[in-house]
């Protein structure tokens, strides 16, 4: 009982300590749920000189927001990754907990018949 206490507390406290990040798995495909729209990259234009410049100004600018997408995506995939391996290890813990408890009943039951 205690475990599972622990367990729930654990994971509780991990919502609350954590940005609470919900990426969706569907068909083998993760998605962020909080970085918003990949930006698109902006083409080079050539026809001028001027034009090449602001082109070259439009990947600068592109490249920072680009940059903080990716970064998104990357710290919301590590925080989904923690929250499903904690979420698992619980799950795991309450059945070895339970296989345990089981065991002890067994044991228990048997020592009582081989008393009877």
């Known amino acids: 009982m205690i475990k599972k ?3 729930i507390i654990t994971i509780i406290v991990l919502n ?10 569907a068909n083998g495909q993760w998605h962020p749920a909080n ?19 602001q082109s070259i100004k439009d990947v600068n600018a592109w ?3 680009a940059q903080e997408y990716y970064n998104c995506i ?3 995939a590590n925080v989904d990754n923690q929250i499903i391996a904690t979420t698992a290890n619980s799950a795991q813990q ?11 009943a067994a ?6 018949v081989e008393q009877d």
């Open 107 to 112: 044991e228990a039951g048997k020592a009582k």
């Open 74 to 76: 990357v710290k919301e």
């Open 63 to 65: 490249q920072t927001k």
């Open 5 to 7: 206490l622990f367990a």
């Open 35 to 53: 970085c918003g729209l990949k930006p698109p990259s902006p083409p080079i234009t050539a026809t001028s000189v001027e034009a090449f410049n």
């Open 94 to 104: 309450e059945f070895k907990n339970e296989v345990s408890r089981i065991q002890k």
């Open 16 to 25: 609350i300590g954590l940005p609470v990040h919900a990426g969706s798995l």
